[in-house]
């Protein structure tokens, strides 16, 4: 079933044998005491009901036993990396199936993001990771990697209605994903208060969802720009489809790019890519496109304090990504005479998001396998799980941030437009 | 009818002459082609159909004539001030009247705000002044310096009910302001998710009008912190008499000291006396504090970009004050593990707050006289008046933060409760 050779993450699958990556290396020679001694320093991070740890002397088809799931290594490179910088290493490990979960993925990572305070110390200065500042052909090359996977892939697992890479808004709990994306939506709409006929700048498209949900939905002219070949293609596809390519216009092309004048200006999840070094550059564009009375809507992932990404996600996922705090956010705003409206945090909504994204990729994970390598499934599962519990315990925030002009009095006084009653 | 020697705002009456304000000094002599000269360039930064300029040899009872407002120089002296430092020079000409306003003083404030960027340019880069870092005994002084000169005289202006000194909520754009200060309370309830029982802090407690809403309307336990020795006595006499003093208790004592622990903790209108340099211990503060589960909110004036305080208002009105960005703010929760969950920006409320509340100073003119000077009586107006433009202009803030600890799931998923049908 596995297409071996298929994996544009880049991760090694020298490692396996065929399907057989619960096998692992024997190669290793039976377990010393020095092994079993760290295998012991690794468990005692870990609440014992919960997660078990095995080594490579266990049966390759381990069941989870008591407590939702057990950890095997493989081989012995595998638990000395797992120790050395499980941050770093874990990911490539669990990939390649040199580490294997039986049982319940969520309930490791869990564990390990509610152990993370007692054994790692996160830097409390500012360092040079904040620093970075991608430019044209280093953002195309990070986009190009994630983005350009192939669309067949991503509509197996997000909401088939706007193809939505992004936080849903979960106004009940209730709801669908797809209902859930859909109240999103119409939620930065209400913020915006757009309006029929606005002309609208978006930075970072997508598939086009929210673009031609604004021109379909609130009668809106958009301009989307995105670098990303795959989704503009797509887009202009399903505009076409749809009869909006009079209202909508997806242009392929660098945020740094954009020209012209809008009423709104909205950006749905590019800030991640874009740099904190970049920041002012975005807002003095902003300043020069918006109009005198124009607001403006940025969306993105977010830190409660400045923190370099996990370095797995860095190498395998999200190259040059970095979420940010709202005080590096700040540097968008501040320096070019932006004033800052409305802060809404919306974390717990992305964990849920995540938590239906999840459950379709294991629903479809046949597909998955037909288009790519194990060692790309086993990612893939991995960033969608690691990335729920980094929501759910807090290590990534999601912050919509409403701007106007400084100065601006045409701006709504109060916040009810956005709760509409049974909305 | 002036009791001339009461000025605790410490500005020169000595160019008095009784109650004649409007004379001026008339020991100039007549106008040179200097003056005018000077005259004009002050006059073209005003519409002139808005502000008409006069020298010391127009009559000192000189109308508006033409168009809202005449300014009227009443000796060189104060030609020269306004000309070379109009910012930190306004203040005491206006206050001394060695500057007179003949007509709407709304109107010259508003043509000042409106034309500030044509004329001055403002430091991008952080300078030395964020840095201010008031000490205990610092921040008593300035305290006093503004909160300690009478309790009789506040009551003139501010709201009956609470005698809230902050930015009331106008949910309606209707209210009154005694409306707009109980649903100010309301709302920063709301934000709270504030339950009976509950034990809060309050830090920075005025004349303890919203602890005592709390306790009353919400059934909460509330300690408030002050150092406004009048604030403090006034704040205890009206909790004995509404019988509230087993569940308010009033603390004479700096922020810096509070101890226990709260669900709770809530500042509103203290955090521009703290300075920049003391947010991470007041941040460090708040995490020791609260439980938990705990969940809190700061409201302050604040800045879209880092400027130093007005000088004058800086020297007379609220010394050690400053106004902070947003990016500043984070200096209190980044450092210290707590997440933001909300920001509100209720700028405009603020403008008609100060429309209120100098409605009332102005009504009320005669009782301000009986209790001090005609220096103070001009000096207040003006900080009303120019502080009702700041905010109009936007260059004043008015942020509402709302904040948990980092990971806490205890939270509201959507801001609907902030918004209850009907207001």
């Known amino acids: 079933m596995s297409k071996g050779d298929v994996n544009p993450l880049g991760v090694s699958t020298k490692d396996f044998e065929g399907d057989g990556l619960q096998s692992g290396r024997s190669s290793a020679g039976p377990p010393t005491r020095l092994d079993r001694w760290l295998q012991e320093r690794i468990a005692e991070r870990f609440d014992s009901s919960q997660v078990r740890f095995v080594l490579w002397d266990a049966p390759a088809e381990t069941g989870p036993e008591s407590g939702p799931a057990t950890v095997r290594f493989g081989d012995r490179g595998a638990l000395f990396g797992l120790l050395t910088n499980p941050a770093a290493n874990f990911g490539d490990l669990y990939s390649t199936g040199r580490i294997t979960v039986h049982g319940d993925l969520l309930a490791v990572l869990d564990e390990a993001y509610r152990n993370r305070h007692r054994h790692t ?5 500012p360092s040079r990771f904040r620093l970075q500042t991608p430019n044209l052909s280093e953002s195309r090359e990070n986009i190009h990697h994630h983005y350009d996977i192939g669309n067949e892939f991503y509509r197996l697992w997000l909401d088939r209605a706007a193809l939505q890479y992004t936080c849903a808004y979960y106004a009940d709990e209730a709801m669908s994903l797809e209902q859930a994306q859909q109240a999103k939506m119409h939620h930065v709409c209400r913020k915006l208060r757009l309006e029929p006929g606005e002309q609208v700048v978006e930075a970072g498209g997508g598939w086009g969802g929210f673009a031609m949900f604004m021109a379909r939905n609130y009668g809106a002219r958009v301009r989307s720009f995105n670098i990303s070949k795959e989704q503009i293609a797509w887009s202009r596809d399903r505009a076409k489809a749809e009869n909006l390519d009079d209202l909508v216009e997806f242009v392929e092309d660098d945020y740094r790019n954009i020209s012209g004048r809008c009423d709104v200006f909205v950006s749905i999840g590019m800030l991640e890519h874009v740099g904190v070094g970049n920041y002012r550059e975005l807002g003095a564009l902003i300043d020069r496109v918006l109009t005198h009375e124009g607001r403006g809507l940025v969306h993105t992932i977010g830190r409660d304090s400045s923190q370099p990404l996990n370095p797995w996600i860095a ?21 070019n005479e932006l004033s800052v409206l409305d802060v809404e945090n919306l974390r717990l909504h992305y964990a849920r998001t995540l938590e239906h994204w999840l459950e379709r990729y294991e629903q479809n994970l046949e597909a998955v396998r037909s288009m790519f390598d194990e060692a790309f499934v086993r990612a893939w599962r991995l960033y969608l799980a690691g990335s729920l519990k980094a929501f759910e315990h807090g290590s990534l925030q999601l912050f919509q941030v409403v701007f106007a002009r400084s100065g601006m009095n045409e701006i709504p006084r109060t916040r009810e437009h956005m709760y509409p009653a049974g909305g």
Not at 318 to 324: L, Q, T, V
């Open 121 to 125: 110390r996160v830097p409390r200065t």
């Open 315 to 335: 190498r395998r996922i999200f190259p040059g990504a970095y979420p940010p705090t709202l005080r590096e956010m700040m540097e968008i705003f501040e320096p």
